[in-house]
């Protein structure tokens, strides 16, 4: 077992390049969409033989055990090369949730489960009445025998069509006096009869979204993680490592890469007004990227993140949008084109951009609630 | 260290209500407190030990500059620090001269760029010839209370860098009141006897690299200034009541004041991060990019933050009673001065541009 912490971050980074250059698919290389398992089994059963499935797992449970200095580098280098992230649903949120709050069963039978994509999981927690207001959730799971008996549904269920399993919140106490209280976390099999799966078709014409609809459906109550009905304050444990990753500087890195390479193709650059609008897009990636930086270094220490890590993502989200925007400027009359533009040698899927960073400034909790939570949790603002 | 020893003085000295009492008396700078700060060791933060200085970098620099814009303190730190230390650090160590900027003794201001006939800056044109100066120059700031000026003129054989003292003969200063109640001087020179102190490349070179160094000082400064703009706002705007309750519970305030938080955060960490990496940098034009993007940076923070500072005050923001006013009026003034946002942003992009053509 390889200790990766004991490495110089240098050393490690050089690992990690030299595994994913040599070793993932050309054709994989920044995928535009989100990939079936079917597309990308083949690197996963590389990455599954490489032990590199779970960077973040302790290494008892076949993972990693990177610190976080050594994770972030690890997902520095994965996006740097357009390495995909895969069905990472169960590593990323399964897996850390049952390592925390499972039972020594629960871990016995579902990580090795999850390392080897035996199952695939899909993440169910926004419903049409629960979004920015989660704990408004209403999909409620009463016992039956040894079961739970599921009612209710899920929606922006991501890729909910190619799952074998989903973790969800459901309420499992309807009569608390707080809606936070009452929630509980479930584990459960998607193929069943109970179960209906819906795309939903994005404006992009993709269907990576699901609606999950819930009629009798049953999971067995050994699938209940962590107490019953403490599921809420589970899932605000889950989110730490995720604040800052979902304000990682990458996305609007590669975004602005391409607006650089389109724009000189097209010859954009001839005019001082996009000129500086592409200044401006580029500092303010450049200056976001040294606060992460920051923050990052908070995390190396050892210390927690608080609660203003959450304008890290607020800020490059917006800027990835104001990036996209401007390649759809560059494109002229070409801005309504579906498809990659060709410039020179370089193809540029403007649109694509430009739909990938909508949603961007939604998910994860959307902008306005992030703003709403810095402006109490630091700012101390009333009310 | 160096931040809680220049915070506790200028606290100690008054804060921002002494930056006031200057400004009402006539715009001018205290010479008792030039002393203390001397004593601290903030003119000499980045002269090398051997000439009396702290032997520190441009980012130490930046931490006492960001206590200079929280405190809006008209002392010519920047001046000082960047531009006239800047010069004779590089170009004459051992000038006597290092050593009583240094010690709070004096103050120099210097002078190199000029005006031309539309009033925007124009090619350089004043002369130096048998150790005399004739021709002007422009946007001379701390011109008002320094003892003399460092000139960088046109000599018989290219540029030179010349001390002239205030009052010489053939020397008229005007000084052109700023928004902060400071002057900006305008130079004009009829045979101004002036010494010599340095000649040639090394003049031009020496001046770029303290141009770069004051640009980026001005941007922390600004930083420091955009930081305790929005504290003092975000006090408003929690005591501040409309409606029986704090104008800080209204959501359309708070999200505002959200985007000011983050945008002072993200110019106080890209300034530092720049000013940092130009202790590192020995290429001047890599440096020059640099100081453009965090003075880029600091003026378009500092403006926003003091901006809609004002408009979160509401009609108290727009008296000259109420501290915040004085922010803006500061900021305006370190804005314009060496460069902002927009022009720093096209140095920038043309600066990556000479080195992507040469990659």
């Excluded at chain 1, 000129?275 to 270094?297: K, P």
């Excluded at chain 2, 938080?261 to 940092?276: K, P």
């Excluded at chain 2, 005050?313 to 000259?320: I, K, L, R, S």
Aim: proline share 4%.
């Amino acid at each position: 077992m390889t200790d990766w912490n004991a490495m110089s971050d240098a050393d490690f980074r050089k690992e990690v390049r030299g595994f994913f250059e040599a070793e993932y698919p050309e054709e994989l290389r920044n995928l535009p969409h989100r990939p079936k398992f079917a597309e990308i089994e083949h690197w996963h059963r590389k990455l599954h033989a490489k032990g590199w499935v779970a960077p973040a797992w302790p290494a008892e449970y076949g993972g990693m055990g990177l610190n976080a200095a050594k994770l972030l580098i690890f997902y520095e280098e994965q996006q740097r090369w357009g390495v995909n992230r895969g069905r990472d649903m169960g590593v990323q949120m399964v897996g850390p949730l049952v390592i925390k709050f499972g039972t020594q069963e629960q871990k016995d039978y579902w990580l090795p489960r999850i390392l080897s994509c035996e199952d695939i999981w899909c993440q169910g927690y926004s419903e049409p009445g629960a979004g920015s207001d989660l704990a408004n959730l209403r999909t409620r799971a009463e016992t039956d025998g040894d079961d739970f008996v599921i009612n209710g549904q899920k929606i922006w269920t991501t890729m909910a069509h190619d799952a074998t399993h989903i973790f969800m919140l459901v309420r499992t106490d309807q009569a608390t006096p707080k809606k936070q209280q009452g929630i509980s976390f479930l584990l459960a099999p998607m193929d069943q009869p109970g179960v209906e799966v819906r795309t939903i078709t994005t404006l992009s014409g993709e269907t990576e979204f699901c609606e999950v609809f819930f009629d009798d459906a049953r999971t067995p109550r050994a699938n209940l993680v962590g107490e019953l009905n403490k599921g809420w304050t589970m899932a605000k444990a889950l989110l730490s490592f995720e604040r800052i990753f979902i304000g990682a500087p990458n996305l609007a890195q590669n975004a602005l890469g391409q607006l650089e390479s389109f724009a000189r193709g097209r010859g954009a650059f001839e005019d001082p007004v996009f000129r500086d609008r592409f200044a401006q897009a580029a500092l303010d990636v450049e200056d976001h990227a040294a606060l992460y930086s920051r923050f990052a270094d908070q995390l190396k220490r050892g210390e927690t993140l608080g609660a203003d890590v959450s304008m890290l993502k607020i800020w490059v989200t917006e800027c990835f949008q104001r990036i996209t925007e401007l390649m759809i400027e560059a494109a002229g009359p070409d801005g309504g084109t579906v498809g990659p533009l060709q410039v020179g040698n370089v193809n540029v899927d403007v649109l694509a951009s430009f739909y990938k960073a909508r949603p961007t400034t939604i998910y994860g909790g959307s902008n306005e609630i992030q703003r709403n939570i810095l402006s109490k949790a630091v700012l101390g603002l009333p009310g | 260290m160096l931040r809680e020893s220049a915070r506790t003085l200028f606290e100690r000295a008054g804060g921002s209500g002494r930056s006031r009492k200057l400004r009402d008396a006539g715009g001018g700078w205290d010479a008792g407190m030039i002393r203390e700060m001397a004593e601290a060791g903030i003119f000499g933060v980045t002269v090398p030990e051997e000439n009396g200085g702290l032997g520190m970098g441009l980012a130490a620099g930046g931490v006492i500059a960001e206590e200079v814009g929280r405190v809006i303190a008209p002392e010519p730190v920047v001046v000082t620090v960047g531009l006239s230390l800047g010069l004779l650090r590089r170009l004459c160590p051992d000038h006597a001269m290092m050593e009583q900027l240094v010690e709070g003794a004096t103050v120099l201001a210097v002078a190199w760029q000029e005006r031309g006939p539309n009033g925007g800056p124009a090619e350089p044109s004043c002369r130096y010839a048998d150790g005399k100066l004739t021709g002007s120059k422009g946007w001379v700031a701390g011109a008002g209370g320094a003892r003399g000026f460092l000139v960088v003129a046109e000599g018989d054989a290219g540029p030179v860098l010349v001390l002239a003292e205030a009052g010489a003969d053939g020397l008229s200063v005007e000084e052109r009141r700023q928004a902060d109640g400071s002057a900006m001087g305008e130079l004009s020179f009829s045979g101004t006897p002036a010494g010599e102190l340095a000649s040639g490349g090394a003049v031009r070179a020496a001046l770029a690299e303290a141009v770069n160094d004051a640009t980026a000082l001005a941007a922390a400064e600004l930083v420091g200034l955009s930081e305790r703009a929005f504290e003092i706002t975000l006090d408003y705007i929690k005591t501040r009541e409309q409606f029986d309750k704090p104008i800080g519970s209204f959501q359309v305030i708070q999200h505002r004041a959200v985007d000011l938080n983050v945008m002072c955060e993200v110019a106080q960490s890209g300034v530092r991060e720049a000013l940092g990496l130009m202790d590192r940098e020995t290429d001047p034009k890599a440096r020059a990019r640099l100081a453009s993007r965090a003075k880029a940076r600091a003026v378009t923070a500092a403006k926003k933050i003091t901006r809609d500072a004002i408009q979160l005050h509401g009609a108290v923001g727009y008296t000259d009673e109420f501290e915040i006013a004085l922010y803006l009026n500061r900021a305006l003034v370190l804005s314009a001065w060496l460069g902002d946002d927009a022009y720093h942003r096209r140095l920038w992009f043309e600066a990556r541009e000479e080195e992507g053509a040469a990659q």
